[in-house]
């Protein structure tokens, strides 16, 4: 797309962007050294993802200030509009990260102060997996690319999978185990908060598309999640 | 760029006012309009917009015949109104511009009283038989002009000595009082203030329950406010037409998209 004859409209709809880009990064870093911080029992490395989540917050804040700015003053049309309502909706995207990333790591400063438990290792499997649906959906923004967008759609279904293996591993385990029953109550807390993040990953591919296109993605992917089945077998 | 698509003018609309076929404008060897076919809806504000010298304000001056009263001007192709050739030899156009009315870009109100300037269509056109339903022909048009309680109590001042908001809807008003089925606007807001842009818009979004209201404007926001179907044009072409909440959010054309988000095409 060409530039704009008002060349700071160009400078406005760029600087939002490298702000969305900036909370990525942010929330990226965030989710990735909470779960390292339950993994190595790292109570300061939890303390430091609960602090700068104000960053976060800020950061989105600023976002929606100068979104209201560029809707009031260059009242923009077709992909510029799209630019500004997609910006303002992955920044709350990011921002939800980030909240999932500070609760994580609340709940791994308790669970530090536990003995060890086994389930943590799978942990960081899906942690890995949602961290990269984060990153490329932030690269199928910046690159308009569709086909990335896709991509990440897809792997949803599979974090689905793997948080119900999860899911029904830690019944298990606390059935067996009930003095680990606080520690297994927090990591599947934890479990669904990355979950959590991967949807949110999807919700910015889906924005992604609509940016490139003009449509919404179909929302027929298949789902899953079959938690909310799971049952405790006598 | 000239071997883009040109629009899809077959936007589906079952109320069908105005059908224009295969419109080409010639001004001595300028050729205008290029190959437009478009329907025009009923009960609809239509907004024409594009980059000045694209054909959109001849275009509108095709609809009621303006362009015969400009020598070099040739037309080809056909205008049907409700399904009547307007440009039919049978056609009288001072018959066909009592229904479709025009309001032009700078209000041009008669050198006459208030009263006269709403009465003057009417008479010629022999629509009443006495005083009393010239009076109700009059109080009725200034109403639907949203301009009756500013000025009945001044009937019989110059309309030339209205505020430019108030001369504007004086002329609407003029315009509506042949009783027209098509009401066509050619900037009607670009001499205004914000208010009287505003009293106008608001005026024309009554006017579209009972007329099929055609609008160019230069105003991306005026086209995307008042209007429910919008038409690009581009050197002559009509390059898209579609649903105006489209055009403005996801428009299909390259060239419609350049020219609507303000940058170079």
Known sequence: ?234 | MYDLPHARSDVINSDCKISARNVQLYYGDNHAIKDVTANIADKTVTAFIGPSGCGKSTFLRCINRMNDTIDNARMEGTILLDGEDIYDSKVDPVQLRARVGMVFQKPNPFPKSIYDNVAYGPKIHGMVRNRSELDELVERALRRGAIWDELKDRLDEPGTGLSGGQQQRLCIARAIATEPEVLLMDEPCSALDPIATAQIEELIDELRQNYSVVIVTHSMQQAARVSQKTAFFHLGNLVEYADTGQIFTNPQDPRTESYITGRIG
């Open chain 1, 1 to 234: 797309m060409s530039q704009h004859i008002v060349f700071s409209f160009d400078q406005d709809l760029q600087s939002v962007q490298a702000k969305v880009m900036r909370i990525g990064s942010l929330a990226e870093t965030a989710l990735n050294d909470a779960v390292l911080s339950l993994e190595t029992r790292d109570v300061k490395l939890a303390e430091r993802v609960r602090t700068r989540d104000t960053l976060i917050d800020n950061l989105t804040e600023d976002i929606k200030v100068s979104c209201a700015k560029l809707l009031a003053l260059r009242a923009p049309t077709a992909v510029d509009l799209r630019v500004v309502l997609s910006v303002m909706t992955i920044g709350g995207n990011l921002e939800r990260i980030g909240d999932y990333a500070k609760n994580i790591a609340k709940r791994a400063s308790v669970i530090s102060e536990n003995p060890p438990v086994s389930v943590v290792h799978p942990l960081r499997t899906i942690t890995d997996f949602v961290v990269h649906m984060i990153s490329d959906s932030l690269d199928s923004y910046i690159q308009r690319s569709q086909s990335i967008a896709e991509s990440v759609l897809i792997r949803d279904q599979r974090v689905d999978e793997m948080y119900t293996a999860l899911f029904r591993n830690m019944l298990i385990e606390m059935q067996e185990k009930q003095h680990e029953m606080t520690v297994g109550m927090h990591l599947q807390f934890i479990a669904k908060n990355i979950e959590r993040a991967g949807d949110q990953a999807t919700n910015i591919a889906e924005q992604t598309i609509y940016l490139a296109t003009g449509m919404k993605p179909n929302d027929d992917r298949p789902k899953r999640d079959m938690t909310s089945y799971e049952t405790l077998r006598a």
